[in-house]
């Protein structure tokens, strides 16, 4: 069953009355996600349920508003060097851990050291640190970050929530302490309560929080007394649990539950998530996808139109490597369009031959490919699965945990993956595909990578923009990235939930939130 973290045209659109009315403090918020990834510490999480979490426990040193702009948070103010390879920062007044201690400069050495330290532990992070070199502290409140080499993406990353400051302390315990919540310290809105592995995490106000980000409703303490997230794996459970008052609010009802969430007691908000939309990563170093016709030929069978009417009527289909929402995201949608004639004239040249069961084969082995996944997104892949075989691919599907999935990516061991990747900035392409970071095709360097790494380097925004466009397009045309379906977000909530609000990553910001009386 698809949840509704699918397709989105993009922008910010509400049903119901998410807003509104005064303030009250207290009461706890009950909050179903699908999946537990076994950790919290929003340094080390990658998925969008855990980092979600993380969000409320720590702050960064800036913010980025849903229209892309970085602005203030710890870091009243910055400096960017003309060759990005230069940050200073300077800190605000006041803001401490809730251990007590100072968000310092020397705090900021010490979580920028320790992400590094951390390596694919930090799997987001340790990205957006590459070639870092280190962090200064000339004074208490100012930290001056370098790199070798020109880091234009950088400063967004410091708006993220995985490059969000924990005390000094935390930045050097035991990783797997940090994930369990024992010794995660962070300077947010909430501190850790309890966290159940697979079952509940619970989130306790901070007493004297008092430096929100800019664009905050109001500064002060959060007026929730607690969130409680509850992991409810099946979609069809968390929309009775919704309907019936269990839980307050979800960003995991299914496709076809949502209209009935569009007032009746309830509202809606959906926010079309930037960054990698869901995406086939095939992995190139196996023999069949080593072939750049097959690999076309995947692409070529996928009929994305489809795909986002039929799953979420409406919306537009996905038009580039990037999301639609993500900035300087280019339209490769000519080069995404259906094309069966052409999948079976690449597949024919290829050799491939079908069978009397419609299967191609070559030298006596079946066109037979593996995708591994772990998202609740079965309606997706099995539409996909059709359209595969309607040009001779067997597509099987095989879901796993995320740590099972997780374990299968970092080995190398499968023929295709799928997953999204939620970033507000283009670099997210170089994080996902550059041969000099996560690599996911497994494949040799080439034309694409350069083009990655320069636009890492370039500060205009308009020349970065149309070296994003260039390698968005050799991705696409290429096969290396296959994307499929965008990505969105949308809040389903009872009516006494207000002011529950997506940040610049279309994740949540619970400080704001509060429940009627």
Known sequence: MLTALTACSGGTSRAGDAEGGTPVRGGNLKFAISVDSGCIDPQQVGNNDALNIGRQLVDSLTVQDLDGRIQPWLAQSWEVSPDARTFTFHLRDGATFSDGSPVDAAAVKANLDGIVALGA?????????????????????TAVVTFAQPSAQFLQATSTM???????PTTSADPATRCEGTTLVGSGPFTVGSYANGSKTVLERRAGYDWAPTGAKHQGEAYLDTITYEVVPEASVRTGSLQSQQIDATTGIASQDLPQFDGNGFWTQRRANP?????FFP??????????????????????TTLASILNPGDVAVTSALSASTPSAPDDSADLALDVAGANRLLDEAGWVKGADGIRAKDGKELTVTVTFWQPTTAVLELVQQQERAVGIDLQLKQGTTAETTALQNSGDYDVLFYNLTRSDP????????TETRNVNHRAHSQVDDLLTQQAATTDPAARAQLVAQASQLLVEEAHSIPLIELSTVIAANDDVRDLQFEGSSRLWFHDAWKQA
């Open 162 to 168: 995985s490059l969000g400051l924990l005390s000094v």
């Open 283 to 304: 992995n190139e170093s196996r023999p069949v996808f080593s072939d750049e016709r097959v690999r076309q030929a995947f692409s070529k069978a996928v009929d994305r």
């Open 427 to 434: 670099d997210v392409l170089r994080t996902i595909f550059s």
């Open 275 to 279: 960054g990698i939309p869901y995406n």
């Open 121 to 141: 532990k930090a799997s987001l992070g340790s990205t957006y640190l590459q070639g870092y070199t280190g962090t200064q502290a000339p004074d208490v409140r």
